[in-house]
């Protein structure tokens, strides 16, 4: 049972434009939300959070919003860069322990 | 954050032989992990490795498979027992804070012939 889901497995937007990364998850007990960022040949790099009492959270060009109605996250990064070209993961935290989605890969074309 | 090394970065190991994947973090944590991520596959959680005691197991993943060894607060090991090609993975340890981020190190790439 995949309880965290990344139904786009690429996505492909042009430098300066918008990125929307979606994720949705099925339990609704999970009550911390992160957004991980992997290039090849290295380990996840963590780049935002959200806790599930909260709609939304922002840091610099990467905000996450969360839709705890529809069981849904997304991440916007705004201006999208060639350098945020990797694969996006979504997570899901609950009992100390985080699910992942299966990760969604971004390239940005200059 | 702290600053996680893993050793090897990568091998190639015949079926039937084991690895151990070491880990070592720059500071004192209380919270370590291993993954595992298959072929085009998520991230799974193998185990949460314990200081001082046996590590806790998710479903699927058992100690006689996986033993971990967690000697003190800022080192692991992470075997992986008598190797199949179903365990060509990568194998990925991470630490742990209150709010649920977690630092990963760099990965080991194994891979079974």
């Known amino acids: 049972d995949q309880q965290v889901k990344q139904n786009s497995p690429s996505l492909s937007v042009q430098e300066g434009r918008i990125s929307i990364l979606n994720c949705d998850y099925t339990?609704?007990?999970?009550?911390?939300f992160l957004w991980y960022k992997k290039y090849p040949a290295e380990g996840p790099t963590f780049l935002i959070s959200?806790?599930?009492?909260?709609d939304k959270n922002e840091d610099g060009r990467f905000t996450v919003f969360l839709n705890k109605s529809a069981k849904h996250l997304s991440l916007h990064i705004v201006p999208s860069q060639p350098g945020d070209s990797a694969v996006y993961f979504c997570a899901a935290g609950r009992g100390g322990k985080l699910i992942f989605g299966q990760g969604t890969e971004l390239s940005v074309k200059p | 954050s702290a600053v996680i090394s893993q050793k090897p970065s990568r091998d190639i190991c015949q079926r039937g032989t084991s690895l151990t994947i070491q880990c070592q973090v720059d500071s004192q944590v209380t919270m370590m992990f291993w993954y595992r991520q298959q072929p085009g596959q998520s991230l799974t959680l193998i185990a949460t490795a314990n200081q001082g005691s046996e590590a806790t197991y998710e479903s699927g993943f058992v100690i006689d498979k996986f033993p971990i060894s967690r000697p003190n607060l800022t080192f692991s090991t992470l075997t992986v027992s008598n190797l199949s090609p179903e365990d060509s993975s990568i194998y990925l340890c991470s630490v742990g804070q209150v709010t649920y981020e977690q630092y990963f190190g760099p990965g080991t790439r194994l891979t079974v012939t």
């Open positions: 339990n609704s007990m999970f009550d911390y």
């Open positions: 959200i806790s599930s009492i909260k």
